[in-house]
């Protein structure tokens, strides 16, 4: 009879915590509006979970049920704690990792993430679910795994304006929406700028905070205009006043306001002699 009132100890606190879990991933995928599927197996859980339930308060004492159910549940919080907490020391190498991600390759069939030397092939057809995080500024995709990147991933507006039709829940009403109102940097020429900000080359608009640096507008656009095109190296080829990648478009309209020689004579004093 003992051996039997563990067994039963156990088998609650087993059912309790994967109950907990299938409760959890449900409310997850509800906040998130991804497709809620039950799986088969929380069935049989949930099934199982009543049935011994049930036999528990009949045939035996209800503290060795209600000791199960505590055991369950404190056994899921202790987990779930420690998921998050190693999720977020994981979280936050990555903030501190010099290694920035890339996207690369985008075409018809897919493409790559790469980090580093490591790199990942995602393909479309892997890929069933596409949302766009509008709060968060992110891609959030699932296939066999679920991934997410935000706007600190290079390339990230070129893979946005680049993503199949087909996927319900990606509002390519308002990617297309949000690439439409973007307007011209004055400094790169990119049609990338986005409230006070080009997405592109990073500059702001002209502001009472920038007169401690620079003397006026027109200096402020000259000098990250020179360092935004200078070349690092003397063999290196001048890339014309158009930054490389393809993330936006550049506006044929506009015209810098610094030559190509003092470009490059600004690459020299800056770059080129440096040892």
Do not use: H
Request: aromatic share 16%; net charge positive.
């Amino acid at each position: 009879m003992e051996s039997l009132r563990i067994l039963l100890i156990f088998g609650i606190m087993y059912l309790t915590s994967q109950i907990l879990i299938a409760i959890f991933k449900y409310f997850k995928n509800l906040i998130q509006s991804e497709n809620i599927r039950i799986e088969k197996n929380d069935k049989y859980f949930g099934l199982a979970f009543f049935v011994v339930l049930i036999i528990g308060f009949l045939y035996f004492q209800k503290k060795d049920v209600i000791l199960g159910l505590q055991i369950g549940l404190l056994i899921t919080l202790f987990m779930g704690i420690l998921i998050l907490l190693i999720k977020f020391i994981v979280r936050i190498s990555e903030l501190f990792s010099l290694k920035r991600q890339r996207i690369e390759g985008i075409n018809s069939k897919g493409f790559k993430i790469t980090k580093g030397t490591k790199l990942n092939q995602y393909y479309w057809r892997d890929i069933n679910w596409i949302k766009f995080d509008k709060e968060k500024f992110r891609l959030i995709f699932k296939g066999k795994n679920k991934i997410a990147i935000d706007e600190k991933t290079q390339n990230f507006y070129l893979l946005l304006k680049n993503i199949p039709l087909g996927y319900k829940d990606y509002d390519y009403t308002y990617i297309d929406s949000f690439f439409s109102n973007l307007t011209t940097c004055v400094v790169c020429g990119a049609v990338a700028f986005k409230d006070s900000k080009c997405l592109s080359c990073g500059c702001t608009t002209w502001s009472n905070k920038l007169e401690k640096d620079y003397s006026n507008y027109d200096e402020y656009v000259k000098t990250n205009q020179l360092e935004i095109f200078a070349t690092m190296e003397k063999n290196e080829k001048f890339c014309d006043f158009k930054l490389i990648g393809k993330n936006f478009d550049i506006d044929t309209n506009w015209s810098p306001k610094v030559t190509k020689k003092e470009v490059l004579d600004y690459s020299e004093k800056e770059y080129w002699n440096i040892k």
